[in-house]
C-alpha cells in the first residue's frame, strides 16, 4: 500500500488571496473559428457534434493552469473543463455528485472512506488515470512546501492511501460531514507528466476531463477541444470551445449581439435590459459580496459601536437601485438568503442614519473623518459615491480613494487604513459555511493583519465555534454556525453590504443546455450547439 501522511496539523485556512478572487485586466481580442453546418432543421435538444462554442469571457488571464495553485477567474472555471476531481460540485446547482470517483466515497466508519475511480479512465494523454495519481495530487495539496492555498481547504485529511490500482481510502483527522463538498478542491492530475515537467503541465495542463487545452494566448483566446476517450458524467458535446477573451464591457455586448459569440459572462448592469432583445440575460443571485472592513488597531475603529454605526449609515436600497442597477440583494446574515445554511443573522444593518449617529455619540466618535480605501472593479466604482454619500449625512466626512487592487491591499497590508470597501467571492472553491467563513475569519492574513482582529476574545469565541461546527453535522452544526453569523454581525469588523447578483447572457437558439452559473466563469459541461 502507498501512504501519506501529510504536513503539520492545526493552522486552518493559513492562506488566502489578496483582495478579491479575480481582477479584472484590460484585454481584448476576438477569434471566431467556422463550423460545419447543414441544411436540416434540428430537433428539440439535438446538437451538432461538429460545432464550436464561442463565448466571451471579461476577465484577464494570467497564472497558472496547474490546479494545485490556479485562482484565477479564467483559470478556475477553465479547469471545470479540464481536469475531475473525485467528487466535484456541479457549477450551477453547487451539489457534489462523483465525478473521477466512481461513485460517492463509501464510508468505512466515522474517519475512513474508500473511493473508487472510474472504470476505464483516462487522462487526455490517454494514460489511465490510477489510484497512485489520485494520492499523488493530494499530497501536492497537502505538501505545506507547495505553498498551495487549498492546503487549508482539505486540511480535515489524515492521510491518503492507494489500496489498489483502482481505488484509493482516505482518513480524516475526525468525523467530518462535508467530506462531498471538499473532495473536489484536489482536481486529479497525471504524476508522470507532472514530475516530467512541471512548468510545461502549468501551461499545457493534462486532466481527464471533457475538454482538452489547445492553447491559451492572453488578450486573444483560450482553444479548447473534445478528449474523445473520455468516458465520464459530463461527455462533451461540442467538438471544442473558443474562449475570447473580452476585458473590454462594450466589446462583450457587441459580440454577444451581433452573434459573433455565443454566451458571455459579466454583462454589465446597465446593458442588461437592452441586450435582452437579443438574447436570454438572467442575473443570478451569488455568493459574490461587497464587504466593509475596518482595521481594529486604529482607534476608533476597535469599537464595534463605530463598525456598526457606519454600516446602520449606509442607504442601501438606493445603493442597490443606484448603482448596482437592483443587481444586488443587501445583506441580512453573511450567507445570502439563498444558501442552504442560511439563517438571519441576530444583528440586520437597516438604514437607520439615527441609529447611526446616537452609536458614534455614545463611542465619542460624532467628529469622524474617514479615507475610504476601495478598488476601481467597475460595479465597485458606481457604489462608492453613494456609500460615500451615506457617511456623510451622517457627519462621517469621507474621502474616497479608488485604486488598482493589489495597489489597494499594499496600503491595508501595511496597516496605513482605517475602512475599506472590496469585493470578493470564494464560493468558486466551495460553498459550505466553513470554507467561506474561514476563508476571511480563519487563521490567515485577513484576520492576524487587515482587520487586526485575530488578538480579540471575539475572534477567540469565533474560532471556537468554527472548530465546533466543523466537527458536527445536521442541526447541531447549522445551530452553531447560525452562533457564528450572529458574532460576526454583532462585531462588524469585516462584513457584507450586499451579495451580488451576476448576470449573463446566451443564445438559446444556438446553445443547448445552458445555464448560467452562480459565481464568476461559465460553464459548458453537458452544453452543445444546437443542429441547424
Not at 155 to 166: G, H, P, R
Not at 263 to 287: H, K, R, T
Not at 358 to 378: M, N, P, R, V
Request: proline share 6%; hydrophobic share 40%.
Amino acid at each position: 500500500m502507498t501512504q501519506y501522511i501529510p504536513r503539520r496539523r492545526g493552522t486552518r485556512f493559513a492562506a488566502a488571496l489578496a483582495g478579491s478572487i479575480a481582477v479584472a485586466v484590460a484585454l481584448s481580442g476576438c477569434g471566431a473559428a467556422a463550423t460545419d453546418k447543414n441544411d436540416s432543421a434540428s430537433k428539440p435538444g439535438e446538437v451538432d457534434p461538429d460545432a464550436i462554442i464561442e463565448a466571451g469571457i471579461s476577465y484577464s488571464l494570467s497564472g497558472s493552469f496547474d490546479p494545485m495553485v490556479a485562482s484565477g477567474a479564467v483559470t478556475v472555471s477553465a479547469n471545470w473543463h479540464i481536469f475531475e476531481g473525485l467528487v466535484d460540485l456541479d457549477p450551477v446547482t453547487q451539489e457534489p455528485a462523483p465525478a473521477l470517483a466512481a461513485d460517492l466515497p463509501k464510508k468505512v466508519d466515522d474517519t475512513t472512506y474508500e473511493i473508487d475511480i472510474r472504470e476505464g479512465a483516462t487522462f487526455q494523454n490517454g494514460d489511465p488515470v490510477t489510484s497512485d495519481d489520485v494520492v499523488f495530487s493530494y499530497q501536492r495539496v497537502l505538501d505545506p512546501a507547495n505553498n498551495s492555498l487549498f492546503l487549508s481547504f482539505v486540511d480535515f485529511i489524515d492521510t491518503v492511501t492507494a489500496v489498489d490500482e483502482d481505488t484509493v481510502q482516505i482518513t480524516t483527522d475526525y468525523p467530518f460531514s462535508l467530506i462531498n463538498d471538499r473532495l473536489g478542491v484536489v482536481k486529479i492530475v497525471p504524476k508522470a507528466v507532472v514530475e516530467a515537467d512541471p512548468e510545461a503541465f502549468a501551461s499545457k495542463p493534462v486532466g481527464s476531463g471533457p475538454y482538452s487545452l489547445v492553447s491559451a494566448v492572453p488578450e486573444d483566446k483560450i482553444v479548447f477541444e473534445r478528449y474523445d476517450d473520455y468516458n465520464g458524467p459530463h461527455p462533451a458535446l461540442a467538438a471544442g470551445m473558443n474562449w475570447n477573451l473580452l476585458a473590454d464591457p462594450s466589446a462583450r455586448v457587441t459580440a454577444m449581439s451581433t452573434g459573433t459569440i455565443q454566451a458571455m459572462e459579466d454583462v454589465p448592469y446597465i446593458d442588461v435590459d437592452s441586450l435582452a432583445s437579443a438574447a436570454e440575460v438572467e442575473s443570478v443571485q451569488s455568493f459574490g459580496l461587497l464587504f466593509m472592513m475596518f482595521n481594529t488597531k486604529a482607534a476608533p475603529f476597535d469599537d464595534p459601536r463605530v463598525r456598526q454605526a457606519l454600516h446602520y449609515a449606509l442607504d442601501m436600497d438606493k445603493i442597490i437601485e443606484t448603482g448596482m442597477l437592483g443587481n444586488a440583494t443587501a445583506a441580512t446574515s453573511f450567507l445570502p438568503e439563498n444558501y442552504k445554511n442560511y439563517n438571519k443573522a441576530s444583528t440586520v444593518y437597516t438604514y437607520d442614519p439615527k441609529k447611526a449617529k446616537e452609536l458614534l455619540a455614545e463611542a465619542g466618535a460624532s467628529d469622524l473623518s474617514i479615507t475610504l480605501l476601495t478598488t476601481d472593479t467597475g460595479w465597485v466604482k458606481e457604489v462608492a459615491p453613494l456609500i460615500k454619500e451615506s457617511l456623510d449625512a451622517v457627519g462621517v466626512k469621507t474621502t474616497l480613494e479608488i485604486g488598482q487592487s493589489a495597489a489597494m491591499y499594499e496600503k491595508v497590508d501595511s496597516g496605513d487604513y482605517t475602512v475599506a470597501v472590496a469585493p470578493g467571492d470564494p464560493s468558486v472553491f466551495g460553498v459550505d459555511p466553513d470554507l467561506l467563513m474561514n476563508w476571511w475569519y480563519g487563521d490567515n492574513v485577513w484576520s492576524k493583519t487587515r482587520t487586526a482582529w485575530a488578538d480579540s476574545p471575539e475572534y477567540a469565541e469565533l474560532t471556537g465555534l468554527l472548530d465546533q461546527a466543523v466537527q458536527q453535522e445536521g442541526d447541531e452544526q447549522q445551530e452553531t454556525w447560525n452562533k457564528a453569523f450572529d458574532l460576526l454581525s454583532e462585531q462588524a469588523v469585516l462584513y457584507p453590504l450586499f451579495h451580488r447578483k451576476l448576470p449573463t447572457a446566451w443564445s438559446d437558439q444556438e446553445l443547448v443546455g445552458f445555464k448560467p452559473v452562480p459565481t464568476t466563469g461559465l460553464s459548458f459541461l453537458d452544453v452543445g450547439v444546437a443542429a441547424k
